[in-house]
């Protein structure tokens, strides 16, 4: 059974700073894709930044571009996700997800989802 379970939300202020963190289990990720997504009230789900398996290849939305960095530990099968300068419009849901092979931006193209781990920021 695959279990992808994500970690370190919470509130903040606007301008401070969160990780969150990704654990992965139940099988091999060897040669997976990951990212992160997140869903606002009223809004769709949105891509945030994402991570090939080798950690060579990364993407981050306009949004989170110079705020966000993403990083993976395939020996703890560890994924992280270094938010900084946070903004209210940052307030969300946060996805962890997983696919195999190449790392894409849409979200259904992933077959592994956690349940989300609430970011508030507040002013």
């Known amino acids: 059974q695959v279990q992808l379970v994500e970690s370190g939300g919470g509130l903040v202020q606007a301008g401070g700073s969160l990780r969150l963190s990704c654990v992965a289990s139940?099988?091999?990720?060897?040669?997976?894709?990951m990212a992160w997504f997140r869903q606002a009230p009223g809004k769709e789900r949105e891509f945030v930044s994402g991570?090939?398996?080798?950690?060579?290849?990364?993407l981050h939305s306009n949004s989170a571009k110079g705020r966000f960095t993403i990083s993976r530990d395939n020996v703890k099968n560890i994924m992280y996700l270094q938010m900084n300068s946070l903004k209210l419009e940052d307030t969300a849901i946060y996805y962890c997800?997983?696919?195999?092979?190449?790392?894409?931006?849409?979200?259904?193209?992933?077959?592994?989802w956690g349940q989300g781990t609430q970011v508030t920021v507040s002013s």
């Open positions: 991570i090939s398996w080798g950690g060579g290849t990364t």
């Open positions: 997800v997983a696919r195999a092979i190449d790392l894409r931006t849409a979200a259904s193209d992933y077959s592994y």
């Open positions: 139940g099988r091999t990720f060897r040669g997976y894709a």
